[in-house]
C-alpha cells in the first residue's frame, strides 16, 4: 500500500494527530492501531477529570476518546484495526511500515511521513529488584486498572501500592471503591510522582496513607501474595535497617514508572533522549529522520491527556506541512540545554526559520520547588523570566518562545528552574 502518512497508535495521540493533519489539507492519512478498537489507554480509565482543557468540561477516558473517534469518522479517515506494526526501515525518499493482522497478514506501507504515537508502557517488576517471592498477585497499577474496569475481575481484596504514580492513586481510590483496603501507598522518592489533586482525591478523601521515602523490601507468600515489607530509604534510597514495617496483603500492585515504546523508534535510527526514553525532536516534532514525527506519551510522559492531544495536533499539522511541501525538514536548530532543575525539555532544538509565530516549550523539573523562578536565556541575555510558586516533578510545565526573540545565530538557549534565594 501507499499513503501519504501513517499514524501508528490510534490513542488520544494518534487520533489528534489523524484528525490535525487531515484538516491541514493531508487528504492520504491512514491509522494502524493494535488494539480491536480506537481509544488506546483512555477506554479503560473511567474516572473523570480530562477534558476540561480541551472541552471546558469534565469527562471520563472514554467519553473524551469518542470525542476524537467520532470526528476521525466524519473526516472519514482510515483505520485498520488489530494491526501491529513489527519494523520501521527508511527506504528512498520515505519510509516502508510492516504490519501484521489476523485478517490481512503481512501489510507493508510506503509512506512519505510517519507519526510515531504509540504510547507508553509501565515499568515491570523486573526492572526493580525487589527480593522476595514469586507469588500470584502481584500486577503493574495498569493491568489492574484494565481488570477491574474493563473485565470485572478484583486483582484482591487487601492492597499494598508501591509507587505513588498517577495510575497507582487513582488505583488505590477504585480499589477502595470495590471493597478492597489499601492500606497504604509506598513511595521511594521524598515526593510523590502524582498530581496533587490526585493525592487528595484518592488517598486523602479516603484516608489512605502516603508513606514517602518508602520501599518494599520483602514480598511474602507461596501460591498467593500474603504479605509484603516495607522499610524507610535513606538519602541514597537504600533501605534504613530497623525501619521495616510488616503488611499483611493478598495483592501488591506497582506504579513505578512509565517507559516510552520506542522498540519501533529505534528500528528506524531515531535518536532518543536519555532522560525521557523518547525521541530527540525539533520545533516541529520532528525526529532525526526526515518526516518521521514523534508526540503523546511516546515523546514524553505527559500527565494530562489535553496536552498530549495539543501536541499530537501540532504533530499531525506538521507532517502535513512536510509531505505537501509547504514546511522544510531537518536542520540542526539552536540547542535547548536544560539547567538548574529543568531535567529534559521537548523540544530539543528550535530553528526560528521553521517556526510559526511561537513554539511551545514542555518540560519538568527534578524535585519539588517553592518560589521558584524559571528563566530563558540566550548567552547572557535574558529571554524570559517567570515566577512559580509552586512546581513538582509530577507536574508538566510549559513556556511559549517567541519566533522574533530568536535571530537564529543564538549558540543555544538555557532553561532554567530555581528558587528565589
Known sequence: MEHDIVIIGGGPAGLAAAIAAKEAGADDVLILE???????????????????????????????????????????????????????????????????????GLLQTRTKAVILAMGCRERPRGALNIPGTRPAGIFSAGTAQRLVNLEGYMPGRRVVILGSGDIGLIMARR???????????????????????????????????????????????????????????????????????????????????????????????????????????????????????????????????????????????????YVLGRRASGGAGIPLVPAGAVRYTVPCTVDPARMDSEAVVRFRVGRNMRRAVVTLKAGDKELLRKKRPVMAPGEMEQLIIKRDWLTGSEGSLTLEAREEE
Not at 494491526?83 to 510492516?98: A, K, S
Not at 541514597?236 to 535497617?241: E, V
Open 175 to 321: 480499589m477502595t471503591l470495590e471493597g478492597a483496603k489499601v492500606l497504604c501507598v509506598a513511595e521511594l522518592q521524598p515526593y510523590s510522582g502524582g498530581l496533587k489533586r490526585n493525592i487528595v482525591q484518592c488517598l486523602d478523601d479516603y484516608g489512605i496513607p502516603l508513606k514517602l521515602s518508602h520501599t518494599v523490601v520483602d514480598i511474602r507468600g507461596k501460591e498467593r501474595v500474603s504479605g509484603v515489607t516495607i522499610a524507610k530509604v535513606g538519602q541514597d534510597l537504600k533501605p534504613i535497617p530497623g525501619t521495616e514495617e510488616e503488611f499483611e496483603c493478598d495483592t501488591l500492585l506497582l506504579s513505578v514508572g512509565l517507559l516510552p515504546e520506542n522498540e519501533l523508534s529505534r528500528a528506524v535510527g531515531v535518536d532518543l533522549a536519555p532522560v525521557t526514553g523518547g525521541p530527540i525532536v525539533n520545533e516541529s516534532l520532528e525526529t532525526n529522520i526526515p518526516g518521521v514525527f514523534a508526540c503523546g506519551n511516546v515523546l514524553h510522559v505527559h500527565d494530562l491527556v489535553d496536552y498530549v492531544s495539543q501536541e499530537a495536533a501540532q504533530a499531525g499539522r506538521n507532517a502535513a506541512g
Open 34 to 104: 493494535r488494539e480491536k478498537e480506537l481509544g488506546g489507554i483512555l477506554n479503560q480509565c473511567i474516572h473523570n477529570g480530562f477534558g476540561l482543557h480541551t472541552f471546558k468540561e469534565e469527562l471520563t477516558g472514554p467519553e473524551y476518546a469518542a470525542r476524537y473517534i467520532e470526528k476521525a469518522r466524519e473526516l472519514k479517515i482510515p483505520c485498520l484495526l488489530s494491526t501491529t506494526v513489527v519494523d520501521l526501515q527508511r527506504e528512498g525518499g520515505g519510509v516502508t511500515v510492516t504490519s501484521v493482522s489476523r485478517q490481512d
